[in-house]
């Protein structure tokens, strides 16, 4: 059985590579929208001097069917499930990238080429005819529900050699522009970028945003700043989080069986043999001439990378373009960003994921690939730390609170702070898995419905994810998602899974003395929420974090009970002083987790399940005593 778990984790970090429902109903754009994918998004072929044409990027049946065949013919031999990997994922890996190695300045080795690099040919409508299976065009769940809005005719595909720096993308990217304005005729265009197509698109608004060829831009978790899973690959850092990488898939196919308890105390150890093994070398090997890669890196992590990987005289002509990227560039992003917007009338929509450590290994608050800071230019506290109660913000914002509800995230530092939307619990690529993500981004494509995060009271700038498998999503009754003060009376939860149901077993709040009643509660249908009177009086304090612990059970999931952690800040009085050391607690909520020293993988799994109980029965006992 952990043979196959194995497949599947292989296959799917394959496939998730970086892969809308009232919507828009008034005003909707007639600009064309241009579609800028993730990394690796782009399909690259060879073609050799004769004109035969070899597909070397871009995953296929074929190769996915690579991997299972020599998966398959290793299974059932006495092999260490390590080894197995290498064979199925390694010796492919090696073919597939072997005409994607770039020189050390570089550039590439090979003449490689994209698909579709005209407008007309990267339409969407044109794609469908000859790709009806939906292959060649990016992000088509997001396309085809902007589709139904502006039809395929109207949506573009930008296609870019990724292995390229951001400036050589964005150029590419202005090119492209112009040539779409010339094709449709219409003198500005929408763009939708993905994770690295949003690095891209925020280096062309720096670079180009002065032409005024955009009308409306969103960028979804954008690696603006960069990707720390880079830094941990290139140097050797990697060490795979498996909770993080099975919740990431569970999270993708929304799965409403809450795993959550019982992947904290699963191992799959095996994978980081692979990973440090097999992977890591296979990218010193074949990426690290990648200038993207390189452009991935976090600024205060670029230059001792650069310093262990790079040859100062070999690599000079990849250096001085990085160097470009991160010392003129960047430092200008948020500036650049501004000025599109206030000086040449452009919409710019961030949406970002946070309170997730990088997936392979880094400590930093991120979306499991990108760290918030990358994405937002906010200042972070490191990941399972937060600023401490009474916490002030870097810049004033005009007055304007830009701390996240649970002291996590500062974002008066961001690039956009009045764009910029922040989803706690968001995985990287699963904008489409979230009601509230899905809203915001498709009318920052289509209009200026919600043209910044004061527009509308339901979608305010924090936000805990909604997707399915998180089962519930708590907040109180009248203040803005995440806050608390005096005039909540009520403690709302709702079920927001797709097809189970669920009861609300106990509520625990810590940081305040207030408790609420779920004797008599019944079951929640899908999408149904229950209203909770609060009993007890909300503290006449503000900075200050308080937390709720919801546990309940769901009808018809194979593991039924299950629990998430809210965090909210008291915005009820005179703030309370700062205090921490460093500013910083070390725990998000203040608190150990006294289970983290379990290491043996079955006795993890039976102290959360009980830990579960214990919560469940001492919210119980402690009714009949007044708690």
């Not at 984790?9 to 496939?15: F, G, K, Q, S």
Request: glycine fraction near 8%; hydrophobic fraction near 35%.
């Amino acid at each position: 059985m952990k043979k196959v778990i194995s497949v599947l984790l292989a296959v799917t970090m394959l496939l998730t590579t970086f892969a809308f429902t009232s919507y828009a109903e008034d005003d909707v754009t007639d600009y064309p929208i241009i579609i800028i994918p993730g990394y690796s998004g782009s399909a690259l072929r060879y073609i050799d001097e004769d004109g035969n044409t070899e597909h070397i990027w871009g995953i296929t049946p074929d190769m996915i069917m690579s991997i299972l065949e020599n998966t398959v013919k290793n299974i059932g031999k006495e092999r260490p499930d390590q080894e197995i990997l290498q064979d199925a994922i390694g010796t492919d890996l090696i073919e597939w990238f072997r005409k994607l190695k770039m020189k050390p300045d570089g550039t590439s080795l090979y003449p490689i080429q994209t698909y579709y690099p005209t407008p007309e040919e990267g339409c969407s409508a044109n794609i469908i005819k000859l790709h009806p299976d939906g292959q060649y065009r990016h992000e088509v769940e997001i396309q085809d529900k902007l589709a139904e809005y502006v039809g395929y005719e109207n949506i573009f595909n930008f296609y870019n050699d990724f292995r390229y720096g951001a400036e050589h993308c964005a150029t590419k990217l202005d090119e492209y522009i112009q040539q779409v304005k010339e094709y449709t005729g219409k003198d500005k265009v929408n763009i939708y970028a993905l994770s690295h197509g949003g690095q891209v698109a925020a280096t062309y608004l720096n670079l180009f945003g002065h032409k005024g060829d955009v009308d409306n831009a969103v960028l979804a978790i954008p690696a603006i700043g960069g990707a720390g899973i880079a830094y941990d690959l290139l140097t050797a850092n990697a060490e795979f989080r498996e909770e993080i990488l099975l919740t990431f898939i569970q999270h993708g196919f929304m799965w409403e069986d809450d795993y959550d308890w019982l992947l904290k105390a699963e191992a799959f150890g095996f994978l980081d043999g692979f990973l440090n093994e097999t992977l890591v070398p296979l990218a010193h090997q074949l990426l690290l001439n990648w200038v993207s890669l390189w452009d991935f890196m976090p600024a205060e992590l670029y230059e001792s990378a650069k310093k262990e990987l790079l040859d100062p005289v070999t690599h000079a002509g990849l250096i001085a373009t990085s160097d470009r990227f991160h010392y003129e560039i960047l430092p200008l992003m948020g500036e650049k960003l501004r000025e599109c917007q206030d000086k040449y009338g452009m919409n710019i929509t961030i949406v970002a994921g946070a309170n997730i450590p990088i997936i392979t290994g880094m400590n930093e608050n991120s979306d499991a690939i990108i760290t918030l800071n990358a994405s937002t230019g906010a200042t972070c506290a490191p990941f399972g730390e937060r600023f401490a109660d009474g916490y002030t913000q870097k810049n004033s914002c005009d007055g304007k609170n830009k701390i996240s509800p649970d002291m996590t995230c500062d974002l008066s530092t961001a690039y956009m702070p009045d764009d910029t939307w922040v989803i706690s619990g968001l995985y990287h690529g699963m904008v489409y898995k979230d009601e509230f993500t899905k809203e915001i981004i498709i009318n920052g494509v289509l209009n200026d419905k919600y043209d910044n995060v004061y527009s509308s009271p339901d979608y305010p700038q924090f936000h805990a994810t909604s997707n399915p498998s998180h089962t519930i999503h708590a907040e109180f009754n009248n203040s803005v998602e995440g806050f608390v003060d005096k005039n909540d009376t009520k403690f709302v939860i709702k079920n927001t899974c797709i097809e189970d149901s669920v009861k609300i077993l106990a509520v625990e709040f810590k940081g305040c003395d207030i408790s609420v009643d779920v004797k008599n509660s019944a079951y929640l249908a899908p999408g149904e929420k229950i209203e909770l009177d609060i009993n007890g009086t909300i503290p006449e304090v503000s900075k200050k974090v308080i937390t709720a612990t919801v546990t309940y059970i769901s009808k018809g999931s194979i593991t039924p009970f299950g629990q998430r952690t809210f965090s909210y800040t008291l915005n009820n009085g005179d703030a309370v002083d700062y205090s921490g050391e460093n500013g910083l607690l070390h725990t998000a909520t203040g608190e150990t987790n006294s289970l983290d020293s379990i290491k043996n993988p079955t006795l993890r799994a039976m102290a959360e399940f009980i830990k579960i109980f214990i919560d469940m029965f001492s919210y119980w006992l402690g009714k009949p005593f007044g708690k």
